[in-house]
């Protein structure tokens, strides 16, 4: 193993745990997040010198956040490329440590996407506000949901590899086995009426209704309310904190954009993967953890491939084995806290898998593999047909 | 209700939808390298020259993928019924967002590396939509 920098490290963590919160403002959920993930930490609101956010508060960035959470930081970042800002953002914050440019670093979300019904996936072409944009221009008027964007590269993974429903609705399986573990995901499936919250077959999720051709309504995320916060701190601060620290020990940040003869089938994670193996000194093989993030069923086929735990293409045999679960004797468990399929989903999940990958390497889990010691969080931000990043994190226990 | 329609002033794009008048499907093409350069743009993404030319498309090419929208609750796409969206490979070197019409049943009716060939749906705000139908 190459030496590995143990710069900053996850100190602490809060998951909002409803994902129905109706009355409540995206930006109460952020700092109600913020106090509880700091107290997570044994650390202090005035502690906070680095602020992140991804312009997801109802319109309020950097400068407003700011002012809003009462902090007066030496770091702010409001970089915002979709849902791995937050994996982006960790990358971020760990350099800025790193410098010596902030001591501890406040990452937040807060969503109310499900009461504002705010139809992520299904209204497509077009919101006809803000300023036109070449791309706009160039996408609107056919009418591509969000949905039958990722349904585009599915399809094509479908024609240049063979792979099959059956193979990519295995994802779904896994991920529901565990939210049906975790007792927040139970309630959230019930809170936003699933049609059934139980386990789920392979047989189940072909049977589910098509949305947009090859995705079944059981291959596609939720839209739920939520947020969380996230702490990361300098390597002195973080041997105090009351939990032991999760250190980051390798980043990735990369886009992907449709080109003219490009292979839709290769994700940013084919770029952002090898920077973060390489800075990390491990390999894919000693991963315990997998946190990738599942919009759909494809995203997750397609970023083990591109991020090497099997080669292009293979994905569909890989999935089929019974890795996935917690419980499985092979590396590594896929999101353990059940996903964006069937846990928590708001519009921008990059913070639950730095959250989750927390749990499970303090011990935490509701499906906690037995001795985890190395995870990876996989953000993919966007679209993922169109133009879209990836931000990769691999974490490792004290 | 319409669909969405480009919006303008725009610069990059407005020499584009302007021939869709006429039914004319263009793209641009770097006179010093050959690049082919779309969606359009000023400049060229692979060298950043500003010496390009339009041409015009045959609009011939192959589907490289598609999905079938069974659920859009967008105004102007609801009533339409299951549609299709699709990346196709014009013959010239560029690959454009559209959808595929003309068929019978989108969900049977179409598949990757199919020939299709451009055919224009007149929008009331004066420009005209390509979509495709097999050839």
Redesign the interface.
Known sequence: MVSQRRDAAIVGIHEYPKRKAPGVTPLQIKAECAARALADAGLSWSDVDGLYDAQDGAGMSGLSLAEYFGLKPNVIDTTAVGGSSYEFHAAHARRAIAAGKCRVALLTYGSTAHSDMW?IG?????A?AGA??????????????L??NY??????HM?QYSTTSEQLARISVATRAHAMRNPEAVQAMTDLQFVGVNEISVEDVLNS???????HLLECCMVSDGGGAVVIASADVARDCRKKPVWIIGSGEATKY?????D?TVSAAAQSGPQAWAEAGIGPGEIDIAMIYDSFTITVLMMLEDLGFCGKGEGGAYVSEQRLRWDSPLKPALNTDGGGLSSNHPGMRGLFLLMEATRQLRGESTSQREGARLAIAHGNGGML??SHTGGTIILAGD | MDRPQPRFPEPDTEPFWDATKEHKLMYQVDRDTGDVVFFPRAHNPKNGSRNLEWRESKGEGTVYTYSVVRLNRHPAFAPLGAYAVAYVDLDEGFRMLTNIVGVADPTRDISIGQRVKVQWEDQSSGISLPMFAPA
């Open positions: 139809r299904s209204m497509g072409g077009g006809g036109a944009s070449p791309l706009s221009n160039m996408t609107d008027p056919w009418g591509m949901t949905i039958a349904a585009m590269v599915a399809q094509r024609y209704r098509m949305i947009a051709d090859p995705l449709s080109e003219n003869g490009g839709l047909a169109t």
